[in-house]
């Protein structure tokens, strides 16, 4: 049976991960490279990586920190942030990502989904979008918004209208990130990511607003997400307590929610060595 | 040494990053004189079916490759699409592939989210030196939207269930391939590469 991934996120500027609320605020948390080994360590399912800086500052994706990570991390790789054409994918991809995620650009050019399915599988490439409680109106129907550029420019595009659109053009995955409840610790929006997670057959992904391991089964069983992207749980210096991937995921087990198995040291104990 | 096969489609550096990581010497190739040369084949493989033929017939790598796997009994390992070309024909573009093994490749049934993305279980059906020291069922990363059914059953090694039971794991002689990214499944897929490290490529 697939089980259902837990992922570590990463906002990173200049190789240090920071955390922000509301994509505001950024504070200092730790360089990307040491914190991903210390998750990978602790069995985290996947990491995704956001260089959010390169988009505003209109320059190419930071590669050392790619391939930095990318080195010591031997669980599914995604990376996002100032993607730009189907050459700076192949680029993130010879560093050693597995998925690329393409959000703002993805709206400004959607023909880079079809570009990049195309070059590299659908299974590569991530449609990322920031969607945002508008109400309902003739022109977004299902009342959320798209946002880009770090949720401060609104598109006029409805959310579901657009993720149809992504899954058609060829994107593998769709993450669905709240701006309403980016950083608030409390909750996913389960009814944007329902949504989206009817109106396509691609794995959705919840983002923004996990603040407890209740968080994550919802998004993961009443949301219909495949997958929960998770920051501030694990390492934000804001909550009082953060939790282990080991901790969140016997807590999920405990509500019902498939994941992968943790593994012991004598799992592989008898493994050939060298 | 182990040569990595490097294709524009592949995903060769994560592959040598885990291989690397084992302290295992290996090696991103490219050229059919350097496949000539191999004592121990990795064939990754992310993209379409159709996308990496196309890559391995552009860089005369088709021959190569078959000499050195069928004729030279070197150890290969197919991880992902390079598991899938390894059989004759994918359902994916509809396009002929490597035919090294009887069988096809065909899409996951619509019932299903497809992709298929994440951790699923893997289980063994019988004893091989890749499975060495692994539980008897081994949860591995997958990323894909089709799956091979091999012709001749005894072909399978490990099978996982996704909307149907499909082949998840394919050993032949010398030939081994893993359906799900070996490279990318933590400690259980990392074993597995050192197997294939040690594995002198006996049928078994």
């Known amino acids: 049976m697939l089980t259902k991934r837990v992922v570590a996120c990463f906002d990173v500027i200049a190789g240090r991960v920071t955390k922000a609320q509301q994509f505001q605020d950024n504070i200092d948390v730790a360089p990307a490279a040491e914190l991903a080994q210390r998750l990978y360590a602790d069995q985290i399912d996947e990491i995704v990586f956001y260089d959010i800086t390169a988009s505003a500052e209109r320059r190419r994706i930071d590669l050392d920190t790619v391939r930095d990570v990318a080195r010591h991390v031997f669980v599914p790789f995604t990376v996002g942030g100032g993607i730009r054409s189907i050459d700076d994918m192949y680029d993130v991809l010879k560093a050693g990502a597995e998925k690329i995620s393409v959000d703002s650009m993805a709206v400004r050019d959607p023909d880079i989904i079809r570009q990049g399915a195309e070059a590299f599988g659908r299974q590569c490439i991530v449609l990322s979008t920031q969607v945002k409680h508008v109400g309902i109106t003739d022109a977004i129907p299902s009342g959320y918004e798209v946002f880009i550029d770090g949720a401060r420019r609104a598109t006029g595009l409805d959310a579901i209208e657009w993720v149809r659109r992504g899954e058609e053009l060829g994107a593998g995955e769709i993450c669905v990130n709240s701006i309403d409840r980016d950083g608030t610790h409390s909750g996913y929006d389960l009814d944007v990511t329902a949504a989206v997670a009817d109106a396509v057959n691609v794995p959705v992904i919840a983002s923004g607003g996990a603040g407890t391991v209740e968080h994550i089964a919802d998004g993961l069983s009443a949301g219909g997400a495949s997958a929960a992207i998770i920051s501030s749980i694990l390492y934000s210096p804001r909550l009082e307590r953060n939790l282990g991937v080991r901790e969140i995921k016997d807590g999920l087990v405990a509500r019902g929610v498939p994941v992968r198995p943790w593994i012991d040291d004598r799992d592989v104990a008898a493994a050939a060595r060298p | ?204």
Not at chain 2, 147 to 162: I, R
Not at chain 2, 177 to 191: D, W
């Open chain 2, 1 to 204: 040494m182990i040569d990595v096969i490097d294709y524009r489609a592949g995903n060769a550096p994560s592959v040598l990053y885990a291989l690397e990581h084992l302290g295992l010497s290996a090696r991103v190739v490219s050229k059919p004189e350097e496949v000539a040369a191999a004592t121990r084949i990795v064939l990754p493989g992310v993209g379409s079916a159709g996308a990496t033929m196309a890559s391995l017939e552009e860089l005369s790598l088709v021959d190569a490759l078959r000499a050195r796997v069928l004729d030279d009994h070197v150890p290969f390992l197919g991880i992902c699409i390079g598991l899938q070309v390894l059989f004759e024909h994918s359902e994916e573009g509809d396009v002929p592939t490597l035919g090294w093994l009887p069988g096809t490749v065909r899409r996951f049934p619509s019932t299903q989210r497809v992709p298929q993305i994440g951790w699923n279980g893997v289980r063994a059906r019988r004893p091989h030196p890749l499975w060495n020291g692994l539980p008897e069922t081994a949860h591995c990363y997958f990323v894909n939207s089709y799956y091979a059914v091999p012709a001749d059953d005894t072909d399978t090694l490990g099978v996982t269930e996704y909307g149907v039971e499909f082949t998840s794991m394919v050993a032949h002689d010398n030939i081994a391939a893993t359906q799900f990214h070996a490279e990318k499944s933590g400690r259980l897929g990392l074993t597995i590469l050192r197997n294939f490290a040690s594995w002198d490529g006996a049928p078994c």
